[in-house]
């Protein structure tokens, strides 16, 4: 017999290894709460979801400017992505040449591969000028600038996962299509995106996770303003852009502490429930064809 | 009224259209950073120390940051991620014990990367100063191998699960154990995918700001050590863009960086050639 099996060995090791990440996304999790919740001793939730005025040094920590402004930067975001995004995947799903594809698809790696910073100073120059000409505003550092740097950094998502959707959808439909006459477009629009929806809704909510949790792209273009917005084109300043910028004056276990980590439990959680989402549907939507 | 046929022209002009104008954007991005980055580019931009409060000099340390902390997260992040493919393709398939771990990964990988940020900062800053140095490389370089740990998982899983059934079992056919077959036949078959997975992930590291933001130091010092407190080239690169400091070393910084997301992306491509090469074998 004997006394070491070193296939258990390895096994536990790896078991031990596989157990990290259960263990960082635990430690997140209570470390964020164990920064973030002390603040409702000091101040009532609903003030801190409710409230508009955040004035640290008063001890107002009013958050639903941050949570508007990043909502707004969000589905400003989407609303340009989504069009240039599904055409782009139906573009590459179905009517385009081997050799069109070999340029576009690496192009959107690239794309989805650059840093946010590098999208932030490009914006902060590029994508704020342009703002500020086309709406005569005395800054471009807006909402609406920053969904502009947001929809080009979602793009990539957007456009992978559905064109994956629209690839699953079964060759029957579109030949059953084509039988009835119709042509490609018709056949697109009426047959293969409605088939594929559930899975390019996926896409789609995953992009806004990722724009509501973008910071460093924002933080440099949107003007940190902290006013509730009134427009797309007025300054703001969002939920991740707040925790970035006074977090390094904040007193550490102070109430301006607690309050920036709750800053974050917000964006933390809404991802979460998205993605949890997402997936839930690309699941779904690929049983469909199953 | 439009007839099908003219609408179906129209909307594939459509289409085409936006396939192009992703990239006209993607063009614009590296052009503007290009032709804005390269005249403050040179050789001794990449290996000078930094002068005048960075409006003078090189941005050296920031390199020699970045490059750090990049590989204190691989050598957590790599090792930790393949083990753990290794144990959910071939110990531990389905069951409750890998589905908890897929999802603490695909959690681990939404999480926004400002509250990694938060969580380095109370972790290892605070709680763990005393083995960390506070705000150091270590702290920054580990934050980031956590933030990538998923993407390994995920990558080198598929490429696992990309060596073909039968080639395991010929494996045992022979007499193999389990973990020769591990060595010799799935972790062989499997490098171009694992290692496509370890430089998306260096991509990925090297480029992050907001996770290591409340932990790195803006001196214009060689780090001293692993504990020391240094810069990266994103951290350097936001602290120059916010304060206006100068625009010109920003832009050399963010055309050095990049570039190094260039090469590592051109790197990936000639992997997935192979690893696609393997598939058609397969």
Redesign the interface.
Known sequence: MKLFD??KG??T???V??????L??S??ML??L??GLPLFNKVGITDFLFGDKWIPAKGLFGASQFIIAALLVTFGSVLIAV??GI??A???A???PLW?KR??R??????A??????????A???IVNLVKISFSLASGETILAASMVLA?MI?PII?SISQDAIESVPRLYKEGSYALGA????T??RVIVPAAGPGIIAGVILAM?RA?????AV??VIGNVERMPTSLVSPGETL?SA??LE??EAV?QSVHYNA??CL?IV??VL??V??VLS?KLITKSKARFA | MISKHTTDKLAKAWLWMSAILIILILLSVLGYIFVMGIGAMSVSFLLDMPKNNWREGGIFPAILGSLIVVVVAISFAGPVGVGTAVYLTEFQKEGNVSRIIRISSDALNAVPSIVFGLFGLSLFVFYLKDYTGGPSLLSAGLTLGFMVLPTIIRTSEVAMRSVPYAERMESYGLGASKLQTIRNIVLPGAVPGIATGLILSIGRAVGETAPIIFMVALNPTIPESLFGSGNTLTTQLYYLAMEGISLKVAFGTALTLMLIILILNAITRVFKKRLSRNLRRG
């Not at chain 1, 290894?17 to 259960?22: A, H, L, P, R």
């Not at chain 1, 509501?212 to 460093?216: A, F, K, L, Q, S």
């Open positions: 070193p296939e390895v096994a090791v790896l078991m290894f596989s157990i990290t990440s259960i960082i996304l430690l997140i470390f964020i164990d920064g069009p240039l055409s782009c139906i573009f590459l179905e009517i385009a069109a340029i576009v690496p192009a959107i790696e690239l794309l591969g650059i840093p946010s910073i590098i999208y932030g100073v490009f902060l120059v590029v080009i793009l456009i042509t490609d477009w018709q697109i629009y996770g509501i949790g973008e910071t460093m933080v440099l991740t925790i970035l977090m390094g550490v920036l980590f974050g964006p933390f991802v979460l998205l993605s997936s």
